[in-house]
């Protein structure tokens, strides 16, 4: 099988390469219409040029809750900003937003440490978990893409062993990367599809296992007990496996995503998250409420569907993205 | 899914019990509660804010009926209004044949698996015959999934390949039902975003070549503020239909369902409760804003419980439970037999106010179809084994597997769910279900004390 390409592009390039501008790019446009519904008051206020009264608070709360941030944190992050707005610390609106985009910078740069495979960790195991659809198996296939990049030998398991055609899905990635994957026949038992794996990687002194996992509600008791299963038997192996587990988490998530990761993180431990899907127009913005309540590192964020289209976190550009210095 | 919202409105609305009339002022202060939980709930903004100007107006103008406490009619116009933004059900069009059904959708939205449950569903209900789809020559075998489920829902599937053309397969599949006289045909598409100009346009394209009877627009229940941006850009590109809401096992608070409903003005038709292929249920707007306010539910359940369930055993377990003496298996069976009468413990459990306090892993445990099992396996306990499930072990445990018609394992299952359902009544303080029901008696409307 060809690596089928999207209408616009039939040239081998990938696809990302017509998006010029990067994240940052992308993030922007994907927040127009958050500005949108806030009609001229986010150029005015980067202007300086409105007053500092309960009507500016309003609009940036707008801002905040449109992005996806929530209430609490929405509040949290305004609440400072209204004090020191009350007290005059505060000189004009573009100080105000300047507070606002420094508070926001302050929650996530803390967070923002990226994956370190240890070469000293032979093989190093990376187990994606996450909710239905959130983009798991795209996102290996772009992490693998990017560690063999590296110089990285690893191999893939097909962890997702219940949705139909999952295992298909990982193995043409796996071919198109010309990667190793040990899979099972569908509906045999993820844990030990995990097992064999990590017992090839062993044997093939390889630096890298990826195991790929079925989505699942996190609300589901059973499945999360098969979860904790397919670790603990990776532990049996290796104690120290996995290495990372990597929560997937889809940009386009509301308040929800705090609840997958309360469960997720509770069931497995979680070690690092990647923000999927962020070349839409959501913003991802509830990654800020869960940076300051859970402090777990921000890995990546996953902008389009080429296999370059993963990246790593960044605090800074993050910020430039959900609220733009230039309007 | 809606529970957390539930809890969230049945909080806010408690206050103004008690308070002798609806003021200006506590109005102001419920509406900021309600506008709160809405938006805790993903609602978007912007439909938060016409849906609080809107009780808003209404409630202004209108004279509490002097049935009715201030707080009940404010509930009252907040509960008519989610039902109005919900919209009337309307059943799913399957023909004339061949009727075309096309889903929508972004990526990881759950359109593959969806088509997979409309096929049995329209094999099920409509009693036709059903053929399906794949236009997804993009993302790794997603045409093979679309297969798999097929087989597994045993309805026909239009082979296709990822080197055809979307367009030449969606219409390719309406002509083989034409030729086969297949009565319905759901054409699956790869998801897209809907600011990706070319994709949009590649899906209008297959709208055009096949002229679907519904073109359904599936969205994932966590879906957060974007639901508006994404749901009225799909609905200018496509002549939706309907919209089906997927996922909604989980804990998600649901609001994109109002968000969907007041941007697309498009009846939301089903929602998706599940992994199996059964698991897809048609939407209830009455039933689904009830369950969002908690409290046409919660007053039909009072209703049922007390029909139902036998006041005396409920009480003389409540006293026993007070007592400090142990919650025994034979409590433990009056408690299944009092659900069972009631339609089921996980419809009961839903409908009670609080119930977001239950562990998900027991709630999770908590099965319809399990019930008349559980009791048929405690039936095949000796009166000691129940007074004292301490003592089951193995050779009880196989004896009292065979007795049953169960397994082992679900004897084990059984202890374990009576563990944690004891653990419960524990943390609950004063007793079991009845006294709970009892404990509500007064505190709602409609309920004589």
């Known amino acids: 099988m060809t690596a089928p390409t999207r209408p616009d592009n039939n040239t081998s390039a990938p696809r990302s390469a017509r998006d010029p501008g990067g994240l940052l790019g992308r993030l922007r446009a994907g927040l127009a219409s958050a500005r949108q519904s806030l009609g001229h008051g986010l150029s005015d206020l980067l202007l300086g040029a409105r007053a500092l009264d309960a009507s500016l608070l309003d609009d940036l709360e707008s801002l905040l809750l449109s992005a996806d941030i929530g209430i609490e944190t929405t509040e949290f992050l305004l609440s400072d900003v209204a004090a020191r707005v009350g007290r005059k610390e505060l000189a004009d609106t573009r100080a105000v937003y300047a507070l606002l985009r420094q508070r926001i910078l302050e929650i996530v740069q803390p967070v923002s440490q990226p994956l370190r495979v240890d070469p000293a960790v032979r093989p190093f195991v990376i187990m994606a978990v996450g909710v239905n659809g959130v983009g798991k198996t795209t996102t290996i296939a772009k992490l693998a893409h990017q560690l063999k990049r590296a110089g990285h030998p690893l191999i893939l398991a097909a962890g997702d062993t219940f949705r139909a055609a999952a295992v298909d899905q990982l193995k043409v990635w796996a071919q198109r990367l010309d990667v190793p994957l040990v899979a099972q ?33 996190h609300t589901h008791a059973g499945l999360m007990d098969e979860l904790k299963k397919i670790k603990r038997v990776l532990q049996k ?18 308040q929800n995503a705090i609840s997958q990761l309360k469960h997720f993180h509770e069931a497995v431990g979680v070690t ?51 609220l733009p210095m230039q309007p | 899914m809606f529970d957390n919202l539930t809890n969230r409105l049945q909080g806010t609305l408690k206050r103004l019990r008690g308070e002798g009339r609806l003021t200006e002022e506590n109005m102001r202060e419920t509406l900021r509660e309600v506008r709160m939980a809405l938006l ?29 406490t201030p707080g009940q009619a404010l509930i009252k116009v907040v509960q008519e209004e989610l039902v109005g933004l919900m919209g009337t059900p309307e059943p799913l069009q399957v023909a004339p044949p061949p009727a075309v059904i096309l889903v929508a959708g972004l990526q990881g939205a759950g359109k593959t698996t969806t088509v997979g449950k409309l096929a049995r569903f329209i094999v099920d209900r409509h009693k036709k015959s059903v053929l399906v789809a794949s236009t997804d020559v993009y993302r790794p075998a997603a045409i093979e999934q679309l297969k798999r489920l097929a087989t597994q829902v045993g309805v026909e599937f239009f082979p296709s390949d990822p080197q055809d053309k979307p367009v030449e397969i969606a219409a390719g599949a309406v002509n083989e039902a034409r030729r086969r006289v297949i009565d319905v045909v759901l054409v699956d598409s790869a998801g897209r975003l809907h600011i990706d100009g070319e994709m949009m346009d590649e899906i209008r394209a297959v709208h055009e070549a096949i002229h679907p ?13 974007d639901a508006v941006n994404t749901a009225k850009a799909f609905n200018e590109a496509l002549p939706l239909s309907g919209v089906i809401l997927t996922k909604t096992d989980g804990d998600a608070r649901g609001g994109a369902a109002l968000s969907l409903r007041k941007v697309t003005g ?56 007070a007592k400090g003496k142990g919650f025994d298996l034979d409590d433990f069976r009056e408690q299944l037999r009092q659900m069972e009468k009631m339609g089921g413990l996980a419809s009961v459990v839903d409908k ?29 306990m000796t009166p000691g084994e129940r007074r004292n499930p301490d003592m089951i072990r193995g050779s009880r445990k196989r004896r009292i597997a065979s007795g049953s018609g169960t397994q082992v394992q679900e004897v084990n299952r059984l202890l374990k769910q009576y563990e944690d359902m004891q653990r419960m009544m524990k943390s609950f303080g004063k007793g079991g279900l009845g006294r709970m029901l009892q404990g509500m008696k007064g505190k709602l409307p409609g309920i004589p004390r």
């Open chain 1, 185 to 217: 026949p569908p509906g045999s038992d993820a844990a030990a599809v995990a097992h064999d794996a990590l017992h090839a990687a062993r044997a093939r002194a390889t630096d890298v296992l990826i195991v790929d996992t079925a989505g699942r509600q």
């Open chain 1, 237 to 254: 192996i290796d104690p120290a496996a996995p290495h990372e587990v990597m929560l997937v988490l889809d940009a386009s998530t509301g």
């Open chain 1, 272 to 322: 690092g998250i990647a923000l999927t899907k962020l070349d839409g127009t959501a913003k991802g913005g509830i990654l800020i409420a869960i940076a300051r309540q859970y402090r777990i590192p921000l890995r990546f964020v996953g902008v389009g569907e080429g296999l370059e289209d993963l990246q790593v976190f960044n605090a800074g550009d993050y910020v430039e993205a959900l």
């Open chain 2, 40 to 68: 805790e709930a993903d609602v978007a903004l912007p439909v938060v804010k016409d849906f609080i100007e809107q009780v808003r107006l209404r409630a202004q103008g209108q004279e509490v009926l002097s049935s009715l």
């Open chain 2, 213 to 225: 009877v519904e073109t359904l627009f599936v969205v994932d229940s966590m879906t957060g503020q």
């Open chain 2, 266 to 321: 498009k009846p939301i038709k089903f929602l998706g409760v599940g992994e199996g292929m059964q698991a897809l249920e048609a939407f209830d707007a009455q039933r689904v804003a009830s369950r969002i306010l908690g409290m046409g539910d919660v007053v039909a359940l009072v209703e049922q419980a007390y029909q139902a369930a036998d006041q005396e055993k409920s009480q003389a377990l409540a006293k026993k439970i």
């Open chain 2, 352 to 380: 009670l106010p609080g119930m977001g306090e239950v562990p998900e892993h027991v709630r999770a445990q908590m099965n319809d179809k399990q019930t008349a099992r559980l009791i048929a396996i405690i039936n095949s």
